[in-house]
Each structure stands twice: as C-alpha cells, then as structure tokens.
C-alpha cells in the first residue's frame, strides 16, 4: 500500500514562486508514489484579518493553481480544510495536549511579536495545532514543505508522540518533513536576507504565479545582484545571485552546479535575463492551465469529492481518537 502524504498552503494572498518551487511542484512530483492528500488551509488564512471577498477569490484561485501546476484529482484528494470539520475538532482536542512554553517557541509566531505587531490573534498562536491537526488527522507519513515549516511538523511530531504515549495506543502516525535540499527557501528579489513572503514583502520582492509574465520578466531584471561580477553559488557572499540559481536550478529540474557551468561567463543583466526566460516559461504553461481550469467549471466537484474522500479518513481517526480519551457515551453517531 501507498504511504500517505499530505501538504496544504494558506491563502492569505495569492500563491507565488516561493510556494511553487518550496511546495506545490513537489506535491505534483509525488503524486504517483504517494496517497497525496493536499488542501487548502482556508482556517489557517483567517489567523490575520481577511477581506472576505479577496480571500475567497485567492482560495478559489488557490485551488485552480494546484491543478494547473500538475496535480491530478484523479490521483490526489484536493480538498478545502474547513469543509472537513474533524480538522478543527481534533485542533481542540491537540491544544488540550500542548503546553503554552511549546507554541512560545514557534519561531512564526515568535517573529511576529518580536517585530511589535500588537493585534496577535489567539488562532495565530494555536494555528500549529490547527496543523497538527491536518497532518494527524489524514494519518500522513510525510509532509512536503518548504524549510519554515520543519519546526511546525517537528511540533506536531512532538504532540503525536506524547499522546501515543499518554494513551497507551498508536493514536497517530508519526510524521515525517520532506524537504527539498534545493528550493525549500526561496529568498525575496529585493530583500535577499527574507525569504519570498506574500504577507510582509512589497510587490517588487515577489513574482506570484499569477503574474502577467511581463510583470515577472520585470521583478528579475530588477532582482537585486552584488559587485562581485560573477555567476557563483555563494549565498553568504553573493545571495541575489544564488537565489536566482536556485530559481532556475529548481524550475529546470537540474543540479545548480550545471546552471552555474552554464552561465559562468554571463554578465548579470544576460543572466538575469536567463532567468527570467525560464519563470516566464513555467508561469506561462501554468497561466494556460489555470484558465482552462476556471472555465471548464471543475472546480465545485473536484472540492466536493476531495472533501467527502477526506472526511472519510479525519472522521475515522476523529471517532478513535475520541473514543479512546474517554469523551463519547453514544459513540458520536450523532
Ligand atoms: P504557507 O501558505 O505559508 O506556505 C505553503 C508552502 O510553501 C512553502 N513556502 C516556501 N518555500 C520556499 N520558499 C519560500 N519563500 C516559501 N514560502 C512558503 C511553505 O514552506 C509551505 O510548504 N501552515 C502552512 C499551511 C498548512 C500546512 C498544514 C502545511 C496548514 N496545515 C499541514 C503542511 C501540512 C502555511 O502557512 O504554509
């Protein structure tokens, strides 16, 4: 039997390449080794406030951009998180098996207070078991994720094993992070030192899939470089460049060592231009699938069906879990 992989991304603005390269393509990639199960944490969104009208248009496009990068809703369960209430019910049930010390630590949290915003909801800090909860729930063993992600999923390996232990039952699989040895941090065009972020960057940072391919052309000729004046993998000395390596590196499929033999005798401005070739390339084969997606209107029922495939899973595990913490008299049939 195939091992279960499960992954999602939080739409609070549009997807972009970080997500793409760190994520989404790596969903696509697994999809025939693995049950691949992947969402849309539309809860997780609302952690921050929301325009409600531009949050359904993202999650919406969200959901077109899975299948456009590839994923096939034949092969994964594509579902949208808060159609699968078990999902929020379990969150419960996992912050009343985690400790304040241990979300203290969560660094994306952690971040936010320290940069002084003031408004912190509490499901911005209970949003790690939230997903916990999405991963324990759909009994992943793996969880494709960019690198800011590792400390959430290790978090929720944590929270596993305490409750397996406490209860005396496998309660949960134990689940392991994937991450990519290239293009698990994508680094923003401007800002080379933080990485690509659809909540605290400005436009020119960011090439969202979505982009008219102009618009992405325009953000890496622009990309900021350094003097050094040549093509090398440095990301201590020279991360403008190296993050631009990576970028092609992951969207060509091949070693960064064989994009820098490439490129070695290039100036920056024909380098760049290198680049941008190759985003533009992928931006538009996606761009043409997202819109045959959003006309042929298949979106309404590969939702629907991924979501009553998921919740056969959440509900099963949701029912064990319950039922072995002692909290059902008539078998939560009602
Ligand atoms: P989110 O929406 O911030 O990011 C979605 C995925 O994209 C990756 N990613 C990046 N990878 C490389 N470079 C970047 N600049 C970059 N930015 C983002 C992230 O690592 C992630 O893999 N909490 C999650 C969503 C979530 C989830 C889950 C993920 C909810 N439940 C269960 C896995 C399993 C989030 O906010 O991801």
């Given amino acids: 039997m195939k091992k279960r992989m499960l992954s999602g991304i939080k739409p609070s603005g549009q997807l972009h390449l970080g997500n793409y390269i760190g994520a989404l393509r790596n969903f696509v990639r697994y999809q025939d080794d693995y049950e691949m199960v992947v969402f849309i944490a539309n809860l997780h969104c609302i952690t921050v406030p929301q325009e409600p009208t531009a949050l359904q248009t993202n999650l919406r496009d969200a959901a077109a951009l899975y299948i456009a990068s590839g994923l096939d809703p034949q092969k994964a369960t594509i579902f949208l998180q808060s159609d699968v209430m078990a999902h929020s019910q379990l969150s419960f049930i996992l912050q009343s098996h985690s400790y304040l010390g241990e979300l203290n630590r969560m660094t994306q949290y952690k971040d936010k ?35 800011d992600q590792k400390q959430h999923v290790e978090l929720t390996r944590d929270i596993a094993q305490r409750m397996n232990n406490r209860y005396k039952k496998t309660l949960f699989t134990i689940p392991e992070p994937l991450i990519e040895k290239v293009g698990s941090k994508i680094y923003s065009l401007q800002n080379v030192e933080n990485k690509m972020s659809k909540s605290d960057t400005t436009e020119k940072d960011i090439i ?12 890496i000729m622009s990309a900021v470089t350094d003097s050094e004046n040549k093509i090398a993998y440095d990301p201590v000395n020279q991360p403008g460049i190296s993050n631009l390596l990576t970028i092609a590196a992951s ?34 084969e996606i761009q043409d699938k997202y819109n045959e997606v959003i006309e042929s209107n298949m979106l309404e029922k590969v939702l629907q069906d991924g979501a009553e495939k998921a919740a056969i899973t959440a509900n099963n595990r949701l029912a ?15």
């Fill in 251 to 284: 969207l060509q499929v091949q070693n960064i060592d064989t994009i820098v033999s490439e490129c070695k005798n290039m100036q920056y401005g024909a380098f760049k231009k290198y680049v941008a070739d190759i985003v533009a390339k992928t931006l538009s």
């Fill in 320 to 334: 064990m879990v319950q039922e072995t913490l002692g909290l059902e008299i008539i078998g939560g049939k009602l």
């Fill in 113 to 147: 207070v320290a940069k002084g915003e003031t408004e912190l909801t509490v499901g911005l800090y209970t949003y790690p078991t939230l997903m916990a909860a999405d991963i324990l729930i759909q009994d992943a063993h793996y969880v494709p994720v960019g690198i």
């Fill in 208 to 219: 969202y899939l979505l982009d008219p391919v102009k618009t992405a052309t325009k953000k």
